[in-house]
């Protein structure tokens, strides 16, 4: 399994940095920040709202446009859309939020408006709590969390709301490539949008579904933001930090030292920053950080590297939830990670 690691972080490399006498003709540039830092000064002012105010600076979620829902099997799936309580400050194609219900439909989730599914005679269980789920980088849909989240957790009662985080996906700008981030800025939006809505979707959780405890998880950067997502959010919440680490602080802290440096000298920095693996510190940084907040925290150690460890979620993570949501208190956290 750790070959598996080796393999995958060398192909991501190759295709990052391979000379342009190997690519195929025309194929686009795989690399962040092919546009520099773009509008940074919009960023400062975002940021400075969200250390101001928190979430209170933007517009609640009063409600979610529902789509029809979809039953495979055992499982029960339905798709969302909204207006973005960022909107203001991501491009239109981000300004919508996207999101897909998952869930076992031998369950139900008191609050969802189906009345297909539900009458007199229904003898179903209520699900046992709601995950918010963010995104690891380049997961673009709702696959990858579904089969190797979602979908064991739904055979567990749990239910699942999978967030597209801006910039990603159905919400990618139109000249980006793929999650590349053209620019410094779109990047840290893409960031802050990802914690501040995610904060915002346990906020309308807990309004709509208030008889089923809330949740936020996410793996690697979406563990990430969903540790940020939960310094937003100021009721009882259960946290699943799976493989995260600090990353995004590291990247913050080399913005701050290159200001004054060169646009090429910086984005030379830049570049070193992305290309590091996710360090075993990391993960023990980020997990003393969110101990603090947490009224009841763990940290524990799980089999493998960076890609294995995800590809083995419904093993490494899912079994915890049990636990977590059993003796819930106010920013109960799991702090799950693995050595890169």
């Not at 039953?71 to 996207?98: D, I, K, W």
């Not at 590291?250 to 910086?266: F, P, R």
């Not at 003393?288 to 907040?293: G, L, P, T, V």
Request: glycine share 6%; hydrophobic share 40%; proline share 6%.
């Amino acid at each position: 399994m750790g070959a598996l690691d080796q393999i995958y972080s060398y192909v991501s490399a190759l295709r990052t940095h391979r000379r342009p006498a190997f690519r195929r003709w025309r194929e686009p540039t795989l690399k962040f920040f092919s546009q520099g830092f773009g509008d940074m000064k919009r960023v400062t002012e975002l940021e400075t709202l969200i250390y101001a105010q928190g979430s209170a600076a933007f517009s609640d979620i009063d409600q979610l446009s529902w789509e029809a829902p979809k039953e495979q099997g055992v499982l029960y799936t339905r798709r969302a859309t909204c207006r973005s309580p960022l909107a203001s400050f991501l491009p239109e194609e981000s300004a919508n939020m996207h999101l897909q219900l998952v869930m076992s439909r031998d369950y139900f989730l008191p609050g969802l408006n189906d009345p297909d599914r539900m009458d007199a005679t229904d003898q179903r269980q209520p699900v046992k709590g709601i995950m918010v789920h963010l995104a690891p980088t380049g997961d673009m849909g709702f696959a990858f969390r579904t089969k190797l989240m979602a979908e064991p957790m739904a055979q567990q009662g749990y239910a699942s709301l999978l967030l597209i985080i801006p910039y990603y996906g159905r919400r990618k700008p139109h000249a980006q490539i793929k999650h590349y981030a053209s620019t410094v800025a779109d990047y840290l939006t893409c960031c802050f949008g990802s914690f501040v809505e995610a904060a915002k979707l346990t906020q309308y959780c807990r309004t709509q579904f208030s008889q089923v405890p809330v949740g936020l998880t996410g793996m690697s950067l979406g563990g990430a933001m969903a540790c940020m997502a939960s310094g937003l959010d100021h009721g009882d919440l259960v946290l699943l930090a799976c493989v995260g680490s600090a990353s995004p602080r590291v990247m913050v802290n080399a913005l701050a030292k290159d200001a004054n440096c060169s646009l090429e000298a910086a984005r030379d920095r830049l570049a070193q920053v992305l290309g590091d693996f996710v360090l075993p510190i990391e993960s023990e940084t980020l997990a003393e950080c969110m101990k603090a907040e947490s009224t009841t925290s763990k940290f524990q150690w799980v089999p493998g590297g960076h890609v294995t460890a995800m590809l083995n979620a419904s093993t490494n993570f899912v079994p915890a939830l049990d636990e977590l949501f059993g003796r819930l208190e106010p920013q109960s956290t799991v702090i799950a990670s693995s050595p890169a």
